[in-house]
T-cell receptor
Framework: DAKTTQPTSMDCAEGRAANLPCNHS???????VYWYRQIHSQGPQYIIH???NNETNEMASLIITEDRKSSTLILPHATLRDTAVYYC????????????FGKGTKLSVIP | DGGITQSPKYLFRKEGQNVTLSCEQN?????MYWYRQDPGQGLRLIYY???????QKGDIAEGYSVSREKKESFPLTVTSAQKNPTAFYLC????????????FGPGTRLTVT
C-alpha cells in the first residue's frame, strides 16, 4: 500500500477553514484516498474518500491534485468539536479491505 | 439504532489470564476487523474477516485469536501469550466491494496487571 505523510500537528481558529495536507507520492492508479478522524478515546469516524475527482459531503471537502500525489482535507468552518487526530489513508480498490493507519495530524481548534 | 457495540468499555485482568472482547454489529456488513491502538500511535490491524467462518491475520496477530460464527459477531480473545496486552482495542465493520468505509465501535480499554 502507498505510504502517506502528514504533519504531526496543526492549529486552526474556530470558524475558519481547516486545511489538512497529506502527501501520497507513491499512490497507484487504483488506490483510493480515505480520511478518518479520531476524537480522544473514541473509535475513528469516517469523513470522506476519493479516487481522482474532488469530493464534498456534509462534513468536509477532499481536494486531490491532478497527479494524485497529494490531497487536502478541508473543514470549511472548524468548531471546537473538530479537535481530533485526522488520518489520511491510501487503500487499493477491490480485493483489499485493510486500512493502514499512521500517526495522523493532531488538529487543535482554538477559540 | 444501527451501529457497532463493544463491551465492556473498560476491562481489567491479571497477567496470565485469557480475556475475550465482544464486538457486535447490526449494519448487515460482511466484513469485520479488530485493531489495537497504543498511546500516541495509530491503529494496527490484528485480524479481519470478510465472511462468516473465515478470517485472516493482520499485522500483529500473535497472541490473539478470533472466531466468526455469525455475521453479526466477531469476538477477539487476548491470550496469555500476548506479551503486551494492555491497549485500546477497536472493532470495525464494512461492506465489501470497490469502495467502502469502515464503521468503528467505541472501543474497549484493556488493562492487564
Amino acid at each position: 500500500d502507498a505510504k502517506t505523510t502528514q504533519p504531526t500537528s496543526m492549529d486552526c481558529a474556530e470558524g475558519r477553514a481547516a486545511n489538512l495536507p497529506c502527501n501520497h507520492s507513491t499512490i497507484s492508479g487504483n488506490e483510493y484516498v480515505y480520511w478518518y478522524r479520531q476524537i480522544h478515546s473514541q473509535g475513528p469516524q469516517y469523513i470522506i474518500h476519493g479516487l481522482k475527482n474532488n469530493e464534498t459531503n456534509e462534513m468536509a471537502s477532499l481536494i486531490i491534485t491532478e497527479d494524485r500525489k497529494s490531497s487536502t482535507l478541508i473543514l470549511p468552518h472548524a468548531t471546537l468539536r473538530d479537535t481530533a487526530v485526522y488520518y489520511c489513508i491510501v487503500r487499493p480498490g477491490a480485493g483489499s479491505y485493510q486500512l493502514t493507519f499512521g500517526k495522523g495530524t493532531k488538529l487543535s481548534v482554538i477559540p | 439504532d444501527g451501529g457497532i457495540t463493544q463491551s465492556p468499555k473498560y476491562l481489567f485482568r491479571k497477567e496470565g489470564q485469557n480475556v475475550t472482547l465482544s464486538c457486535e454489529q447490526n449494519l448487515n456488513h460482511d466484513a469485520m476487523y479488530w485493531y489495537r491502538q497504543d498511546p500516541g500511535q495509530g491503529l494496527r490491524l490484528i485480524y479481519y474477516s470478510q465472511i462468516v467462518n473465515d478470517f485472516q491475520k493482520g499485522d500483529i496477530a500473535e497472541g490473539y485469536s478470533v472466531s466468526r460464527e455469525k455475521k453479526e459477531s466477531f469476538p477477539l480473545t487476548v491470550t496469555s501469550a500476548q506479551k503486551n496486552p494492555t491497549a485500546f482495542y477497536l472493532c470495525a465493520s464494512s461492506s465489501t466491494g470497490q469502495s467502502y468505509e469502515q464503521y468503528f465501535g467505541p472501543g474497549t480499554r484493556l488493562t492487564v496487571t
